[in-house]
């Protein structure tokens, strides 16, 4: 993986992974430019609903903020390819009727865009999306060369793994202050997305030799090594 970072003027930041330039935005999603494709990792879908149906008074609204987020980089962008990398649903219980006319509304609001599922975890258990939502589903790895799009990053791939899964979070320590921050890791064969969701939480994770964080902070994603420099 390059070490070149070029700060982009939106808060987003560009490196290079397998030869291709990718844009590290700090609406926790990944953009391609060459085949304008994003990525998001663990949106999932639902979850407050399911948290509901279980008798957890969880405030609604999550998947409304999941779809606006979403309209805006698509509009940003020009994206003409949205790949979900894993956990579309949170559980059976997520395909509640007003998340499910949620979603169609949005679909009917961007017919040509091509949408791709790489089944998660998650997937098996809630199923797959709804056919009206004509997103094409896939098992993992989904390759487009020189990338394998996954949900899992420690699977072994014949090419660059993207992924999702773990959350990955960084916490940040000033004093006796401390934030938790969402980031992505970007390491020799594989870089893992922050999810997506609006209700997913996150978990620190335990780094390969090689890995790089990105932190996203407020409107900006910041290499790690940046933000130790302006201390």
Same mark, same amino acid.
């Given at each position: 993986m390059s070490a070149h970072i070029? +700060?982009? !003027?939106?808060?987003a930041c560009a490196i290079e992974l397998a030869g291709e330039t990718v844009l590290l935005l700090p609406e926790k999603a990944l953009f391609w430019p060459r085949l304008r494709l994003l990525a998001v990792a663990d949106i999932h879908f639902g979850k407050a609903a399911a948290f509901r149906a279980l008798g957890v008074p969880v405030p609604g609204g999550t998947t409304a903020d999941n779809l606006e987020r979403l309209d805006r980089l698509l509009a940003a962008h %020009? *994206? !003409?390819h949205l790949v979900f990398l894993g956990d579309f649903l949170h559980a059976k219980a997520a395909? !509640? +009727?007003a998340t499910l006319a949620e979603l169609a509304s949005w679909r009917g609001r961007h017919p040509a865009l091509r949408l791709t599922l790489v089944r998660g975890n998650h997937d098996l258990h809630a199923g797959d999306p709804p056919e009206a939502l004509g997103i094409a589903v896939a098992d993992e790895p989904f390759a487009l060369a020189p990338f394998q799009f996954c949900h899992h990053p420690? @699977?072994?791939a014949p090419g660059y793994v993207l992924a999702g899964h773990v959350h990955? *979070?960084?916490? @940040?320590?000033? %004093?006796? $202050?401390?934030l938790r921050l969402p980031?992505? *890791?970007a390491g020799g064969r594989r870089a893992i997305l922050p999810s997506f969701g609006a209700f997913t939480g996150g978990h620190a994770l335990r780094l390969a %030799? $090689?890995?790089? @964080?990105y932190l996203v902070a407020g409107d900006k994603v910041l290499p790690h090594a940046m933000l130790n420099a302006g201390r």
């Amino acid at each position: 993986m390059s070490a070149h970072i070029t +700060p982009i !003027a939106d808060g987003a930041c560009a490196i290079e992974l397998a030869g291709e330039t990718v844009l590290l935005l700090p609406e926790k999603a990944l953009f391609w430019p060459r085949l304008r494709l994003l990525a998001v990792a663990d949106i999932h879908f639902g979850k407050a609903a399911a948290f509901r149906a279980l008798g957890v008074p969880v405030p609604g609204g999550t998947t409304a903020d999941n779809l606006e987020r979403l309209d805006r980089l698509l509009a940003a962008h %020009g *994206v !003409a390819h949205l790949v979900f990398l894993g956990d579309f649903l949170h559980a059976k219980a997520a395909r !509640a +009727p007003a998340t499910l006319a949620e979603l169609a509304s949005w679909r009917g609001r961007h017919p040509a865009l091509r949408l791709t599922l790489v089944r998660g975890n998650h997937d098996l258990h809630a199923g797959d999306p709804p056919e009206a939502l004509g997103i094409a589903v896939a098992d993992e790895p989904f390759a487009l060369a020189p990338f394998q799009f996954c949900h899992h990053p420690e @699977l072994d791939a014949p090419g660059y793994v993207l992924a999702g899964h773990v959350h990955p *979070v960084f916490h @940040l320590a000033a %004093g006796r $202050d401390a934030l938790r921050l969402p980031c992505f *890791v970007a390491g020799g064969r594989r870089a893992i997305l922050p999810s997506f969701g609006a209700f997913t939480g996150g978990h620190a994770l335990r780094l390969a %030799g $090689d890995d790089k @964080l990105y932190l996203v902070a407020g409107d900006k994603v910041l290499p790690h090594a940046m933000l130790n420099a302006g201390r």
